[in-house]
Nanobody, 119 residues
Framework: QVQLVESGGGSVQPGGSLRLSCAAS????????MGWYRQAPGKERELVAT???????NYADSVKGRFTISRDNAKNTGYLRMDSLKPEDTAVYYC?????????????WGQGTQVTVSS
């Protein structure tokens, strides 16, 4: 079994910063792609950013230049640094990881962490 545990969410004023973490634990051979998604009330879940095992990144246009995705392969942990936060960034943020087990590959999701940007 694998668990993805997110942390670092909270409330912040516009222009503030937060850093989310996503720690994977369990029977893991390696982690391929990792990503962050978000879902605001009444909206569909959307991609925020992804990162490959080698470090190649991809961002939604709405967060380019403000958010930075990174990972520590030795710690099986991914991060999302969020700067210059806006009220429209308010959402539940979910991490996602494609994990190789010894016999199969499977995608896992974290439980979500709330980010609220408000004055």
């Amino acid at each position: 079994q694998v668990q993805l545990v997110e942390s670092g969410g909270g409330s912040v004023q516009p222009g503030g910063s937060l850093r989310l973490s996503c720690a994977a634990s369990g029977s893991i051979r390696s982690i391929n792609g990792m990503g962050w998604y978000r879902q605001a009330p009444g909206k569909e879940r959307e991609l925020v950013a992804t990162i490959t095992r080698g470090g190649s990144t991809n961002y939604a246009d709405s967060v380019k230049g403000r958010f930075t995705i990174s990972r520590d392969n030795a710690k099986n942990t991914g991060y999302l640094r969020m700067d210059s936060l806006k009220p429209e960034d308010t959402a539940v943020y979910y991490c996602n990881a494609v994990i190789e087990h010894y016999a199969y590959v499977r995608t896992y999701w974290g439980q979500g962490t709330q980010v609220t940007v408000s004055s």
